[in-house]
């Protein structure tokens, strides 16, 4: 039998090398060109990400602070409203003839006065006072206004509000609503009347903002006219008294000091490490200042939530991406 050989191509181990070679150069092809785009996607997806999640917070936060100056100056407007009636009340009871009639001694035209608003459970009583400054309240009690603010402010014919103030006789924190008392065009004597200390508290107990948001009235010292706690009005708590002795209440001072400037705007601040916005409006009858506050995140929560779908979402879409792209880099090398 002849034998036979076989004879190998001298190249053939050659072209089995370059092979393998060009496949391994294009699979590390295929993957530096996976690496760069799904990089490109990565950094493309993550700004525009981020500008999104700015841009609504952002959105989030005007919305916020716009709907809580509104707020504020609708509570301003309604307590402007309450004072007023009190006023055209106290107005009223001005006009009761007794007070300028000098058959009554002025010892008992006050008490005559209160029988006729005694029905009213805000008012702790009548204080009828002469040109002298010489002031009659229903109990009988003789005092002496002559150097108090509001009865200067209603002799030379103006109405006038105090601040949470004690007077002996009643021995609380009440409010003084004084009214100049008129004959034809002559001033005779003042009317004051003297309301309980949660006279405004009241109307701003139901007022809340977010979840523990709330609405507080500042007079112009920063003493707190009205609460939700009735604690700081009839402790007469000055808000910036106390502020100034606490560094951890700075940025509280600097809020409010610019709240009671008389202007209507909306501020940040910091109260025991949580971030709050607040906004401010000066009632126009008292010159006081009403102001809403919450935590910050109870009004801008919407954001967290957007930022989570922001996430998830950016994550989905990048996964897909990448597949897309590694299928057709595929394909295409």
């Known amino acids: 039998m002849g034998r036979y050989r076989t004879i190998y191509p001298e190249n053939q181990h050659s072209d089995g090398y370059e092979a393998e070679k060009s496949k391994t150069e294009k699979i590390r092809l295929r993957r530096k060109l996976i690496a760069v785009v799904s990089c490109m996607l990565i950094i493309g997806i993550a700004v525009q990400s981020r500008f999104a999640v700015?841009?609504?917070?952002?959105?989030?936060?005007?919305?916020?602070?716009?709907?809580?100056?509104?707020?504020?100056?609708?509570?301003?407007?309604?307590?402007?409203?309450?004072?007023?009636?009190?006023?055209?009340?106290?107005?009223?009871?001005?006009?009761?003839?007794?007070?300028?009639?000098?058959?009554?001694?002025n010892s008992k035209k006050?008490?005559?006065?209160?029988?006729?608003?005694?029905?009213?459970?805000?008012?702790?009583?009548?204080?009828?006072?002469?040109?002298?400054?010489?002031?009659f309240i229903n109990s009988g009690e003789r005092v002496s206004t002559l150097n108090e603010e509001w009865f200067s402010?209603?002799?030379?014919?103006?109405?006038?509000?105090?601040?949470?103030?004690?007077?002996?006789?009643?021995?609380?924190?009440?409010?003084?609503?004084?009214?100049?008392?008129?004959?034809?065009?002559?001033?005779?004597?003042?009317?004051?009347?003297?309301?309980?200390?949660?006279?405004?508290?009241?109307k701003i107990?139901?007022?809340?903002?977010?979840?523990?948001?709330?609405?507080?009235?500042?007079?112009?010292?920063?003493?707190i006219i009205a609460d939700r706690d009735l604690h700081f009005v009839e402790n007469k708590y000055n808000i910036i008294s106390e502020a100034a002795a606490d560094e951890s209440l700075a940025s509280f001072k600097v809020f409010i000091e610019t709240a009671l400037t008389g202007q209507t705007g909306v501020g940040h601040y910091t109260f025991m490490d949580l971030p709050c916005i607040a906004a401010y409006s000066t009632m126009q009858t008292t010159g006081w200042t009403v102001v809403l506050n919450a935590p910050e995140l109870e009004l801008t929560g919407a954001t967290k939530k957007f930022t989570s779908m922001v996430v998830v979402t950016s994550v989905l879409f990048l996964v897909v991406a990448i597949t897309i792209v590694g299928v057709a880099i595929r394909k295409m090398v």
Do not use: W
Not at 205 to 223: A, D, K, N, P, R
């Open 205 to 223: 107990e139901s007022i809340t903002v977010g979840h523990t948001g709330y609405c507080s009235v500042l007079g112009s010292t920063g003493i």
């Open 54 to 105: 700015k841009a609504v917070k952002r959105m989030v936060r005007e919305q916020a602070e716009t709907a809580l100056v509104d707020k504020t100056e609708a509570v301003a407007d309604m307590l402007d409203k309450e004072t007023a009636a009190c006023f055209q009340y106290a107005e009223v009871l001005a006009h009761a003839p007794v007070l300028n009639d000098r058959s009554i001694p």
């Open 110 to 135: 006050a008490k005559i006065v209160y029988e006729q608003a005694a029905f009213n459970d805000a008012i702790r009583g009548i204080m009828f006072c002469d040109m002298d400054g010489h002031g």
């Open 153 to 202: 402010a209603a002799a030379s014919g103006k109405y006038f509000v105090s601040e949470p103030t004690v007077f002996s006789s009643i021995d609380t924190v009440s409010f003084i609503f004084a009214v100049p008392i008129h004959m034809g065009d002559k001033i005779t004597g003042v009317l004051s009347m003297i309301v309980s200390s949660d006279f405004f508290s009241k």
